[in-house]
């Protein structure tokens, strides 16, 4: 009898046991699935920075190109109307010689 309730004892001990380790266990394979969670939501939020920080690279670079652009033809148009002003004042100075030698 005494023997017995020895056996169940132990039973009961080892069971414990067991059962604490396999809470153990439990609890780091929650806290690594949270881990790969986590870094996995980490990896994503890097990834849409790093997507952000591309397209606003590429925005600057885009509006930095039509800004040069925009210059350059600002700049060619007003060096048109430049010639056609001087073509024009040109024009007007030799009719008035015209106008002179004919009178």
């Known amino acids: 009898l005494f023997r ?39 990896d994503i939020k890097e990834k849409q920075c790093q997507a952000s920080l591309k397209k606003a690279i590429i925005d600057a670079n885009s509006k930095h190109i039509e800004d040069e652009t925009e210059e350059f033809f600002q700049k060619h148009i007003e060096e048109l109307e430049e010639k056609l002003n001087r073509a024009e004042s040109l024009r007007r100075h030799r009719q008035e010689q015209n106008h002179r030698r004919v009178a």
């Open 4 to 42: 017995m309730e020895d056996i169940k004892q132990s039973l009961r001990e080892s069971q414990k046991t067991l059962e604490e380790s396999l809470r153990r266990r439990d609890d780091q394979i929650a806290l690594l699935k949270k881990k790969c969670e986590e870094k996995k939501q980490a």
